[in-house]
């Protein structure tokens, strides 16, 4: 009797362990026999917001943008799991590894509804409050209104990976760029995306927000600043954000994803800056105004995709003279209207003088180039006199 009581007690110790430890297990028991019936639990469905990072239920999320797009990864995956948001299926991006859904805010606040479904039940739900107070808009005093100017600015100076060397520079002259594109071109802030030391997650979610938001009238700046690879089979390049690590390529972001991206993107004039090692792999090279030149209108009506990179397919150093010359370019211009070429024209010699690299600028590859031009814009006629 003493023995099977022992047993017994062994039996139901047993039994603790294994539900700790994510098991379910029905223990049946007799005098002469002991067998168990084990199933693993089911996890269910669930999302982790991604962006915007501070959006938390029971709390109101405030916006400086009407236009804004929710990132999520989801978690314990399965067949016929689906995500809606205010009722709308939530697709995966472009790279298919995150959903993003991008919506227009009503003035004030809205309420944001996440629905996770599985076999079109419901599974959970998730409320947020978002508010969007509209921004003073600031205002161009040119009579000709060309499309909007937009700015995605991506630096990157720490990695997690050790592996990866520290820059002391990218994100120091991101911000200075920043502030020379609002303060003196025609760039509102609410239209500059800023992307310091961040993920490859973040720049797939702005690029997708910048795809649905601009029209075929606007106006794109690319900046890229900070480590670059290339693969020397395929001959493709890759920017490294900080989650990068040189061991794997799944953090990496192609050159081809970039140009993608910048196919589907519907504005007018598409110029990328890219001071990073490798990144002349992007192009291959080629050497509206009322009160503008006809040379400038010319140019300004047709579809342009260019680049200007800090060297060709080769490294180039933390201490780039590249970016340090395009500030001070662009700081001290005083034409109204600067067009890429000129700006790359301006710049090439003086950085060739000054390093071993020479600066590239070229037609990106297959995105519908059609010989146009970036122009730069003062945003007032004061500059000319300083």
Known sequence: MRKIKAVRISLLITCLVLMTSGLYSQVVTSEKTTFHINSIAELLPDIQVIEPSQLREGETFISERQTVTIAMRLLNPGK?????????????????DVLLRTIDLNTGSNLINISIKKDDKPVKDYVYTMVYIPPVK???????????????????????????????????????????????????????????DMR???????????QKKLTAEDNLLIFYA?????????????????????????????????????????????????????????????????????????????????????????????????TEMLLDLLKNNTDQYLTSSQLFRAIEKPVMNSSSNAPRFGVIQNVNDMQGDFIFILRDNKSKQK
């Open 226 to 322: 900070g480590h670059g690879k290339m693969d020397e089979e395929s001959g493709n390049g890759y920017w490294l954000l900080s989650d990068a690590a040189m061991s794997s390529r799944v953090n990496w972001f192609s050159n081809s994803a970039l140009t993608d991206y910048i196919r589907a993107i519907k504005a007018k004039h598409i110029f990328l800056i890219a001071d990073a090692c490798y990144a002349g792999s992007i192009f291959f090279a080629r050497g509206v105004f009322d009160d503008a030149p006809p040379s400038i209108a010319d140019v300004y009506k047709n579809r342009s995709r260019t680049a200007m990179t800090s060297g060709g397919t080769t490294e180039v150093n933390d201490e780039s003279k590249f």
């Open 80 to 96: 016929e799991v689906k995500i809606y948001l205010n009722q709308v299926e939530v697709l995966p991006s472009l790279t298919g």
């Open 200 to 210: 490859r997650d973040n720049l797939i979610i702005t690029l997708d927000e910048i």
């Open 138 to 196: 600031n205002i161009s005093p040119f009579a000709l209104n060309p499309g909007k100017y937009f700015a995605l600015i991506i630096a990157n100076g720490n990695y997690v990976s050790p592996e990866i060397p520290t820059l002391k520079r990218p994100v120091k002259d991101a911000r200075a760029l920043k502030d020379i594109l609002s303060s003196k071109y025609t760039f509102d802030p609410e239209n500059i995306y800023t992307l310091y």
